[in-house]
């Protein structure tokens, strides 16, 4: 390989030749090059002007970029002419087509930027982006040795011939730097990529995050500052399901649109015995029915019988319509001022940390409660016109993370007025809960001065926790969690996350949390 010097720059000839002839040892080997390659110069463009694309082959960003929008239909060269492929070349292109775009097939979380892009094809942007990701490993490197400096005027006004060639174009770019100069630069690009890359997922949660949202957000400021919040809910642990002990009495009213939820799982959620709100609701139709004859009125009905015969049907451990419980998480928060603070030993403002852990409670709650009619609810409040309009882009920025589950109807999240009280939240058809967030000694969330609001007749108030991050060590204090910034935040929200996991949920351990309900 050739020592690299000093980047030295290209006419269009030249331009033309380093891009077009690097697709001679492209992996696609679908039809419709000149159309494929139109498209990929515009994701090559898009990269160039974001400063990523120095170094970068041509071809890989022609591969990587069908890839994605092919998925398992994308067709590998080497099933097509690697008879005809010269002996020199073959191992280094097979181990491109193998370690690389087979292997990227083989990631779970390139699979799911994949469905992505193929929900929104057209959106090159979308397509630019995902390809930079997967080759930041070679843009780490600098890319390959010896890369030309292009002129972005001169990509700009570059156009794909109808006849496009790659071989030629490879010998003309050969014969202007140098024989071999194409392979050269394949070669060195695969060596510092596979140096580069690290046994993670090629795509991490917080860029999935940005990928499967990203025709919702509206500038690329609110897809960075989604990014950061998905990277902090990341960042947390996974929850261990087997920690989870729901305390909670089985005592609970069930209204109305409860009777329409049916068990799921066929023939294996039913049993022949089971506690009476476990009884199949169909069985109700053998009431007053006479077994032996047609008396309107039988000492012994039908399903006297079937109960007696153990003939009846019940629904299996807790499938049971009548043990499904309905439940509301109200978390209150005010963004301003207080989580607008930069820690100086975190790269992200405190705020983008909380909202982080919000939308993990979410997710956590969602696991532990899978069968149950469960609602999530976030609660931002604001004082002054000017905090509102920050409160509002936060909300839509946490809509847009939560959207999924919002359009279902599990989620809400709207900005509510200075005087929001998390206690008059209680309801007869549902379980509970509240987490009011605290800055320091600043007043909680969703706890205004002043005395409980009165409860109506039957209503049993909320459960509610305060969430203390920062401010002065105090002692125990009854149904708060503390949370302190001084030392590795990662560890305290981690802490917190859990131990207001506990305050719903219920979870072994000492620093689980209470359980009052």
Not at 100 to 107: E, I, K, R, S
Not at 423 to 442: F, K, M
Request: charged content about 25%.
């Amino acid at each position: 390989m050739s020592a690299a010097g000093p980047p030295r720059g290209l006419d269009a000839a030249g331009l033309a030749a380093y891009l077009f002839g690097s697709l001679r040892f492209r992996g696609c080997g679908s039809e419709g090059l000149p159309l494929r390659a139109r498209r990929a110069l515009r994701w090559y463009r898009a990269l160039l002007l974001g400063g990523r694309a120095k170094g970068l082959p041509f071809s890989w960003v022609f591969d990587l970029g069908h890839l994605l929008l092919d998925g398992e239909r994308f067709v590998f060269r080497s099933l097509q002419g690697l008879s005809r492929w010269p002996a020199a070349e073959r191992r280094l292109r097979l181990e491109y087509e193998n370690l690389l775009l087979n292997g990227l097939l083989h990631d779970a979380s390139f699979r799911r930027a994949s469905e992505a892009v193929r929900r929104d094809p057209r959106r090159d942007d979308l397509v630019a982006h995902c390809v930079g990701v997967l080759l930041d490993p070679l843009a780490r490197a600098g890319g390959h040795a010896d890369a030309p400096a292009i002129d972005p005027v001169l990509l700009r006004e570059l156009g794909v011939p109808a006849d496009l060639d790659p071989e030629a174009a490879a010998a003309a770019y050969d014969e202007l730097r140098g024989e071999g100069a194409t392979l050269r630069a394949f070669a060195d690009a695969l060596e510092r990529m596979l140096a580069e890359r690290r046994p993670e997922p090629a795509f991490s949660p917080a860029h999935l995050a940005e990928v499967e949202h990203w025709s919702a957000y509206r500038s690329a400021a609110q897809r960075l500052a989604g990014r950061r919040i998905a990277a902090a809910a990341a960042a947390l642990p996974p929850l261990d399901l087997s920690d989870v002990v729901r305390r909670e009495t089985r005592v609970v009213e069930t209204e109305l649109p409860d009777s329409g939820t049916y068990p799921q799982g066929g023939f294996a959620e039913l049993a022949h015995r089971g506690p009476l709100e476990n009884l199949v609701p169909t069985e109700l139709v053998y009431m007053g029915e006479d077994p032996f004859g047609d008396d309107p009125h039988p000492s012994v009905d039908l399903f006297a019988l079937r109960c007696l015969e153990s003939e009846a049907l019940f629904f299996a451990r807790d499938s049971g319509q009548l043990r499904r419980t309905r439940r509301s998480v109200h978390v209150a928060l005010r963004p301003d001022p207080g989580l607008r603070v930069k820690l100086p030993w975190h790269p992200d403002p405190l705020v983008v940390l909380v909202y982080g852990l919000c939308l993990r409670l979410c997710e956590d709650l969602v696991r532990v409660f899978p069968g149950d009619a469960l609602r999530y609810e976030l609660h931002l409040l604001a004082r002054g016109p000017s905090a509102a309009a920050r409160t509002d882009a936060d909300a839509e920025l946490l809509s847009v993370l939560l959207r999924h589950d919002i359009g279902r109807g599990a989620v809400r999240v709207a900005r509510e007025d200075p005087d929001f009280d998390l206690r008059a939240l209680g309801a007869r058809d549902r379980r509970v809960y509240g987490i009011s967030v605290q800055v320091g000694d600043e007043e909680p969330a969703g706890l205004p001065a002043g005395e409980t609001p009165p409860a109506a007749d039957g209503i049993a108030p909320p459960h509610v926790v305060r969430w203390r991050i920062g401010g002065s060590p105090r002692g125990a204090e009854p149904d708060c969690v503390p949370t302190p910034l001084a030392g590795n935040p990662a560890e305290a929200f981690a802490a917190a996350r859990r131990a207001l996991l506990g305050a719903v949920v219920g979870l072994a351990g000492p620093s689980a949390g209470s359980r009052r309900r």
